[in-house]
Each structure stands twice: as structure tokens, then as C-alpha cells.
């Protein structure tokens, strides 16, 4: 059966071509590194091997180099990978011996049929494993030739030094199996010679086998302090001898192997738990997201279903405290001033969770809106810079991208002591988004950030960078202590796919549109169109318009585009927009309204603050803007205000 030695850090590599090899009939060993590939060649012979030109200890080229060196490798064929075609030129070029190069990533078809090829053209690269090589020290000719042809007995093969100079020349070319060395020979000693054997560096863990005609115990002694591995008598009978060899033999044979197997083992384990804490690192980076869209589906339950009943309820409480019971009239205040702590609380809790105009304006929007923010609560001022033109990203990475923003801002307020930070946002030349957040305060160790899930860790700029990376993304840290941060996020620009909007995901479908049959009477009653994809929302706002004396509803759009049909049909004076509908929003409907029937007064509704979406609307030609959480009577004015700019 013919052999592969394999070697490749990669363990994708190693495996694929293992199991190539032993599925075509080959014996197939793979190594890890030089140093495992050094052992299992000491312990077997083989018809090939297959070498990455960069290895985690050592240079391909130069592993190379060495087996071409060594007597019993040199007739064996080699393929070598490279992961760039110039880096194959370049060995070439250093004149590299290896018998073919195939870069990375490779055809695995290809790579079969070369080393089927070289294995044909070396039938005799592999026979029987080489004659151990034995050196003989000893400065009697005689001696040294009979000791030599018992030794051939056991089919050894011998080389001899006269001298112990003369073998420690040897040995810093030339590796041997074992040594037998005289003990009393002139000029330098048989122990002197032992220990520098031993301090040699590939030769530290080679047997010696000290020979000497003293059979006192001081000999035997110094022999061992020396670093002998046994002590022979030159009286005793061969037999003794060359068994003593076999012996020595033996056990190199066996710390090889053992060796090899611990290495084995250390570096399949090191890679086990290398891919471990891989896949611990994707799990917690898809935790993180999930973690993002369940707030973001909180957010929007709140939002789009709780505030608005909340909001509904308001509405029908503005009727009942038209009533001449005083106490009815008291007890519906004191429930609307609970209803309006309880949206308070629930916009507060939205905002924390997913701020709703991250998802009506995208990223450039909730930034500003964050700058905002911090500035309020914080005192921070954040100096932004808005590229133009930042196209819409997905709903995963622009949640990420802002909540990422905003937790390296945090960290800045806390660990930095600063009072303002630079955030810059813009889109480089390619398919990408980069984020710099910087600031000039105390600045930190970027060796020393702390993992996510630590205690304290919050998301973390350890955490921050699992995410980005899960994404295909990017974090490079600059800091220094007293210097200051600089911390820049890249994320690939993948945009939504036609079709998306950002109103309630879990509408079912739309509804129809609802008119109601009403008078064109010059000087009637100012007539509204209401624009909400809340049922709830509508009618509430129906009930409260429609006891005005001149205000009536004509009808009631589900969404944006139904309000752009029912404008056109219906003509009304005003039209009540809420930001958030599905198939269009407010913002867009309001523009395009604006453009077609400039005549029509909108009023934006939503439940924003005023400063978060006001200015968007305006600019798309809204007259006003009321929030949903204000009194009704801000509505019912901005109406009958609408009526005295149009009858100018």
C-alpha cells in the first residue's frame, strides 16, 4: 500500500486530502507542523509527501530543504502547496527542491493525478526502512572494523571516527541512530565527549553506549554522569553488546512514537478547542442578534399596537369629558392623566428597547436622533457628520450599527471623561459603511478590552467586534493611554430588498379605504381626511373631530398609498398623516400629495416628539406637525388653522 505524509496547518486541508488519499487506497498521515512531520518520518517511510509552503513553525521551503538533506527522505517525491502563485515562483527562483508546486486553492483531481504520477516514477523511492545508522568512536582500527562487521550482523550500518573531534564533527552534519564510544581514548575523553554529544542540538536525545576495558564502578559511574545511556565492556562477548544496542534501538523507537502520538494529540485537541471557541463565538454572536430583533419586535409592539390603543382610549375619554356631570367629568381626567404616565412610560420603554426613528428614518435618523439624546440626558455633545446619500440598510445591520454607536458612546461618557465625542459616518469607495467614533480623553489599552459576558462587560468592544465580524464586518481600535480613541466600524453595504417597509410587521394585510358621504357646499365644514393604519386610531379620531361644529371626517386611509388615491377622489381641505403605515409612509405620502394637490393642507401625526420627525415632514410639505400624546385641543387648532392660511 502506498503512503502520503500530509502537512498542513489548515485542518479543512489536512482532512480533505486525507480522506482523498485514503479513498483511492493510500495509507494517509496528516501532520500538523515540521516538528510532527520530523516524527512521523522517523518513524516510517513513505511514497510522498505534501508540504504547505508555510508552516506554524517553520518555512516550507526550508522543511524542504532539510528533507532533500537527510539521507533517508532525500529519494522521496514532494509536493508542494502554496496559497499564491508568486510565492511558487519565488521557491522556484530560491532553487527549492521539491518535485512539483501546486497552488491554493487547488483542484483536488489534479493533485491526484501528480501524485499518482510521482509515485509511479519513484516505485523505488520506498522499499525497506533505512539500516539504522550507528557511530562508532574508538581510536583502535582493529577494534572499530570488527565491532563493525558483528554490527552488520543485525543489518546495521556503521561509520567511524577515530577521535572524539572527529565524531563531533560528524554529528553537526550527519544525524545517527545510536553512538558507541570508547571511554579512554587521547586527546579528548570518551565523558567529554558524551557531554557534548548531549548538548548538541539534534543530537540531545540519541542514545550513547559508552565502551571501555575498565569494569570498575567509578568507570561505570562517570560513564552516566556524562550522560551515557548504558556501559559495555570492550571483554564482554559481542552478543552482549550488539543486544544492548538492540535494546537502545528499541526504546528510540518508542519515544519517537510516543512523542509523535502526544503531538498528535495536543494539536488535534488545540484545534478542537480552537473550532470550540469558533463556534462559541458564532453562537454568541447569533444570540446577540436575536437578542436585537426580539427588542426590535417589542419596540414595535409598543409602538404600533399598545400606544396607539393607549392613544384610542385617549380619544374617547376627550368625548366623555364633554359631559355636564362634574364628578364624570373629574373621573375622566383622573384616568386620562394615568393613561398619558402610562404612554409616557411605554415611549420611554420604545425608546430604550428600539427607537422608533431608527425605523422610520433609518441610520442617519437615529443618530441624529441619539445626539440629540445624549445631549439631554447626558450633557454630552455629539459632533456629528452625516455623509449625504448613505443608502437604506437592513434591519439587522442598521440595529447594529446604531447600537453599536451607541454603546461606544457610553463607554466614552463613563471610562473617558470627556464632554463631547465625534461620530463620522460615510461611505467609502466599494460596498461598505464606515463608522468613526472618536473622542480625546483618557484613552485605553486596546490589549486589555474585556470579553463579552464578563461582569460589566454591557455589549463591549469585544462583543461589538463578534458581532461585526458574524456580519462579514470590521472594528479597528486606535488608542492609547492619555492619547485619546478612535474607533472605526465597517460592515459590507447589503441593502433591503425591494418592497420592504418599515410599518407594523405584523399586519396581516391592508385594509379597504372607508369614505363617507359628505357635502361640497362652498363655506361648509372643513373637511379631513384621516391617515392612520390603526383602527382604533381612526375611529377615535372620528368620534372626536365629528362633535366639532365645523370640522367633519370624509373618510380614512389604512396606509399611504390609499391616502394618495383617496386625496385625489375625495379633495379634502386637510389631511391627518401619521408617520408610520405600511406600503407607504407618512413622509413619502405627504410628498407626493404636496406635489399633485398642493391645494391640501397635511397635518403630521405620530406619536414622536416633536423635534424627532417634525422637520421631515415639514420638509415634505406638511403645514404642521401634533403628536399623538398632546391635548386634543393642539389638533382641533392646527385644523381651523389650516382653514385660515387657505382663505389667504
Same mark, same amino acid.
Given at each position: 500500500?502506498?503512503?502520503?505524509?500530509?502537512?498542513?496547518?489548515?485542518?479543512?486541508?489536512?482532512?480533505?486530502?486525507?480522506?482523498?488519499?485514503?479513498?483511492?487506497?493510500? #495509507?494517509?498521515?496528516?501532520?500538523?507542523? /515540521?516538528?510532527?512531520?520530523?516524527?512521523?518520518? &522517523?518513524?516510517?517511510?513513505?511514497?510522498?509527501?505534501?508540504?504547505? *509552503?508555510?508552516?506554524?513553525?517553520?518555512?516550507?521551503?526550508?522543511?524542504?530543504?532539510?528533507? #532533500?538533506?537527510?539521507?533517508?527522505?532525500?529519494?522521496?517525491?514532494?509536493?508542494?502547496?502554496?496559497?499564491?502563485?508568486?510565492?511558487?515562483? +519565488?521557491?522556484?527562483?530560491?532553487?527549492?527542491?521539491?518535485?512539483?508546486?501546486?497552488?491554493?486553492?487547488?483542484?483536488?483531481?489534479?493533485?491526484?493525478?501528480?501524485?499518482?504520477?510521482?509515485?509511479?516514477?519513484?516505485? %523505488?523511492? $520506498?522499499?525497506?526502512?533505512?539500516?539504522?545508522?550507528?557511530?562508532?568512536? %574508538?581510536?583502535?582500527?582493529?577494534?572499530?572494523?570488527?565491532?563493525?562487521?558483528?554490527?552488520? #550482523?543485525?543489518?546495521?550500518?556503521? $561509520?567511524?571516527?577515530?577521535?572524539?573531534?572527529?565524531?563531533?564533527?560528524?554529528?553537526?552534519?550527519?544525524?545517527?541512530?545510536?553512538?558507541?564510544?570508547?571511554?579512554?581514548?587521547?586527546?579528548?575523553?570518551?565523558?567529554?565527549?558524551?557531554?557534548?554529544?548531549?548538548?548538541?542540538?539534534?543530537?540531545?536525545?540519541?542514545?550513547?553506549?559508552?565502551?571501555?576495558?575498565?569494569?570498575?564502578?567509578?568507570?561505570?559511574? !562517570?560513564?552516566?554522569?556524562?550522560?551515557?545511556?548504558?556501559?559495555?565492556? #570492550?571483554?564482554?562477548?559481542?552478543?552482549? =553488546?550488539? /543486544?544492548?544496542?538492540?535494546?537502545?534501538?528499541?526504546?528510540?523507537?518508542?519515544?519517537?512514537?510516543?512523542?509523535?502520538?502526544?503531538?498528535?494529540?495536543?494539536?488535534? @485537541?488545540?484545534?478542537?478547542?480552537?473550532?470550540?471557541?469558533?463556534?462559541?463565538?458564532?453562537?454568541?454572536?447569533? =444570540?446577540?442578534?436575536?437578542?436585537?430583533?426580539?427588542?426590535?419586535?417589542?419596540?414595535?409592539?409598543?409602538?404600533?399596537?399598545?400606544?396607539?390603543?393607549?392613544?384610542?382610549?385617549?380619544?374617547?375619554?376627550?368625548?366623555? @369629558?364633554?359631559?355636564?356631570?362634574?364628578?364624570?367629568?373629574?373621573?375622566?381626567?383622573?384616568?386620562?392623566?394615568?393613561?398619558? !404616565?402610562?404612554?409616557?412610560?411605554?415611549? *420611554?420603554?420604545?425608546?430604550?428597547?428600539?427607537?422608533?426613528?431608527?425605523? !422610520?428614518?433609518?441610520?442617519?435618523?437615529?443618530?441624529?436622533?441619539?445626539?440629540?439624546?445624549?445631549?439631554?440626558?447626558?450633557?454630552?455633545?455629539?459632533?456629528?457628520?452625516?455623509?449625504?446619500?448613505?443608502?437604506?440598510?437592513?434591519?439587522?445591520?442598521?440595529?447594529?450599527?446604531?447600537?453599536? $454607536?451607541?454603546?461606544?458612546?457610553?463607554? /466614552?461618557?463613563?471610562?473617558?471623561?470627556? @464632554?463631547?465625542?465625534?461620530?463620522?459616518?460615510?461611505?467609502?469607495?466599494?460596498?461598505?459603511?464606515?463608522?468613526?467614533?472618536?473622542?480625546?480623553?483618557?484613552?485605553?489599552?486596546?490589549?486589555?478590552?474585556?470579553?463579552?459576558? !464578563?461582569?460589566?462587560?454591557?455589549?463591549?468592544?469585544?462583543?461589538?467586534?463578534?458581532?461585526?465580524?458574524?456580519?462579514?464586518?470590521?472594528?479597528?481600535?486606535?488608542?492609547?493611554?492619555?492619547?485619546?480613541?478612535?474607533?472605526?466600524?465597517?460592515?459590507?453595504?447589503?441593502?433591503?430588498?425591494?418592497?420592504?417597509?418599515?410599518?407594523?410587521?405584523? +399586519?396581516?394585510?391592508?385594509?379597504?379605504?372607508?369614505?363617507?358621504?359628505?357635502?361640497?357646499?362652498?363655506?361648509?365644514?372643513?373637511?379631513?381626511?384621516?391617515?392612520?393604519?390603526?383602527?382604533?386610531?381612526?375611529?377615535?379620531?372620528?368620534?372626536?373631530?365629528? @362633535?366639532?361644529?365645523?370640522?367633519?371626517?370624509?373618510?380614512?386611509?389604512?396606509? &399611504?398609498?390609499?391616502?394618495?388615491?383617496?386625496?385625489? *377622489?375625495?379633495?379634502?381641505?386637510?389631511?391627518?398623516?401619521?408617520?408610520?403605515?405600511?406600503?407607504?409612509?407618512?413622509?413619502?405620502?405627504?410628498?407626493?400629495?404636496?406635489?399633485?394637490?398642493?391645494?391640501?393642507?397635511?397635518?403630521?401625526?405620530?406619536?414622536?416628539?416633536?423635534?424627532?420627525?417634525?422637520?421631515?415632514?415639514?420638509?415634505? &410639505?406638511?403645514?404642521?406637525?401634533?403628536?399623538? /400624546?398632546?391635548?386634543?385641543?393642539?389638533?382641533?387648532?392646527?385644523?381651523?388653522?389650516?382653514?385660515?392660511?387657505?382663505?389667504?
Amino acid at each position: 500500500m502506498r503512503s502520503v505524509l500530509i502537512i498542513d496547518d489548515s485542518l479543512t486541508v489536512r482532512m480533505d486530502l486525507q480522506e482523498a488519499f485514503e479513498a483511492a487506497g493510500w #495509507k494517509a498521515i496528516a501532520c500538523y507542523s /515540521a516538528a510532527a512531520a520530523r516524527t512521523a518520518l &522517523g518513524e516510517d517511510r513513505f511514497h510522498l509527501v505534501i508540504l504547505d *509552503s508555510w508552516l506554524p513553525d517553520m518555512n516550507g521551503a526550508d522543511f524542504v530543504q532539510e528533507l #532533500k538533506n537527510n539521507r533517508a527522505t532525500m529519494g522521496t517525491p514532494i509536493i508542494l502547496l502554496s496559497s499564491e502563485t508568486q510565492a511558487a515562483d +519565488q521557491l522556484r527562483n530560491l532553487s527549492v527542491q521539491a518535485d512539483t508546486h501546486i497552488g491554493k486553492p487547488y483542484n483536488l483531481a489534479d493533485l491526484m493525478l501528480q501524485a499518482q504520477l510521482l509515485a509511479d516514477s519513484r516505485r %523505488d523511492a $520506498v522499499s525497506d526502512p533505512p539500516a539504522p545508522l550507528i557511530l562508532t568512536v %574508538d581510536d583502535s582500527p582493529t577494534y572499530a572494523h570488527e565491532l563493525g562487521s558483528q554490527l552488520a #550482523k543485525d543489518g546495521l550500518e556503521v $561509520v567511524l571516527a577515530a577521535s572524539g573531534e572527529e565524531a563531533l564533527q560528524l554529528l553537526q552534519v550527519r544525524s545517527v541512530d545510536c553512538v558507541l564510544l570508547d571511554m579512554m581514548m587521547p586527546g579528548m575523553p570518551g565523558p567529554e565527549v558524551c557531554r557534548r554529544i548531549k548538548n548538541l542540538a539534534n543530537s540531545q536525545a540519541t542514545p550513547v553506549i559508552m565502551l571501555t576495558g575498565r569494569e570498575d564502578q567509578d568507570a561505570i559511574l !562517570e560513564s552516566f554522569a556524562a550522560g551515557a545511556d548504558d556501559y559495555v565492556s #570492550k571483554s564482554s562477548d559481542f552478543v552482549v =553488546l550488539r /543486544a544492548r544496542l538492540r535494546a537502545q534501538l528499541h526504546r528510540r523507537r518508542v519515544e519517537i512514537e510516543t512523542n509523535r502520538i502526544r503531538e498528535d494529540l495536543h494539536h488535534k @485537541r488545540t484545534e478542537e478547542l480552537a473550532e470550540h471557541a469558533r463556534q462559541l463565538r458564532a453562537l454568541a454572536g447569533e =444570540l446577540a442578534l436575536a437578542e436585537q430583533r426580539e427588542r426590535r419586535r417589542i419596540a414595535t409592539i409598543l409602538h404600533d399596537h399598545l400606544q396607539q390603543l393607549l392613544f384610542g382610549a385617549m380619544l374617547r375619554l376627550e368625548v366623555l @369629558r364633554r359631559v355636564e356631570d362634574n364628578a364624570a367629568r373629574q373621573a375622566v381626567g383622573e384616568i386620562k392623566e394615568l393613561l398619558n !404616565e402610562s404612554l409616557e412610560l411605554s415611549r *420611554s420603554l420604545t425608546t430604550e428597547l428600539s427607537p422608533p426613528i431608527l425605523q !422610520e428614518g433609518g441610520l442617519s435618523a437615529g443618530l441624529e436622533w441619539l445626539a440629540d439624546w445624549m445631549a439631554d440626558k447626558h450633557g454630552l455633545c455629539v459632533d456629528l457628520a452625516l455623509e449625504e446619500d448613505i443608502p437604506p440598510l437592513v434591519e439587522d445591520v442598521k440595529i447594529l450599527l446604531f447600537e453599536s $454607536v451607541r454603546e461606544l458612546i457610553f463607554n /466614552a461618557v463613563k471610562h473617558a471623561r470627556i @464632554r463631547s465625542v465625534n461620530v463620522a459616518v460615510r461611505q467609502p469607495e466599494g460596498s461598505a459603511i464606515e463608522i468613526t467614533v472618536s473622542d480625546k480623553g483618557s484613552g485605553f489599552n486596546p490589549a486589555k478590552v474585556r470579553p463579552a459576558g !464578563e461582569a460589566g462587560g454591557g455589549f463591549g468592544l469585544f462583543g461589538i467586534r463578534e458581532r461585526l465580524q458574524l456580519i462579514g464586518g470590521k472594528m479597528e481600535v486606535q488608542s492609547s493611554p492619555g492619547n485619546g480613541s478612535r474607533l472605526t466600524l465597517t460592515v459590507p453595504l447589503v441593502q433591503p430588498a425591494a418592497g420592504d417597509w418599515a410599518g407594523s410587521p405584523d +399586519q396581516a394585510g391592508i385594509a379597504e379605504p372607508e369614505v363617507w358621504f359628505t357635502s361640497r357646499t362652498p363655506g361648509s365644514k372643513i373637511r379631513v381626511l384621516v391617515a392612520d393604519d390603526h383602527a382604533v386610531v381612526r375611529e377615535g379620531l372620528s368620534q372626536l373631530l365629528n @362633535r366639532e361644529p365645523d370640522i367633519e371626517i370624509v373618510g380614512g386611509a389604512t396606509d &399611504g398609498q390609499a391616502a394618495i388615491e383617496l386625496a385625489g *377622489s375625495l379633495m379634502p381641505d386637510v389631511i391627518l398623516m401619521d408617520l408610520s403605515m405600511p406600503r407607504l409612509n407618512g413622509i413619502e405620502a405627504t410628498r407626493i400629495i404636496h406635489q399633485r394637490f398642493p391645494d391640501i393642507r397635511i397635518i403630521g401625526l405620530s406619536m414622536f416628539e416633536e423635534g424627532e420627525r417634525a422637520q421631515a415632514m415639514r420638509d415634505a &410639505g406638511a403645514v404642521a406637525y401634533v403628536t399623538k /400624546a398632546g391635548p386634543s385641543t393642539n389638533l382641533i387648532g392646527a385644523i381651523r388653522a389650516c382653514r385660515q392660511v387657505k382663505s389667504h
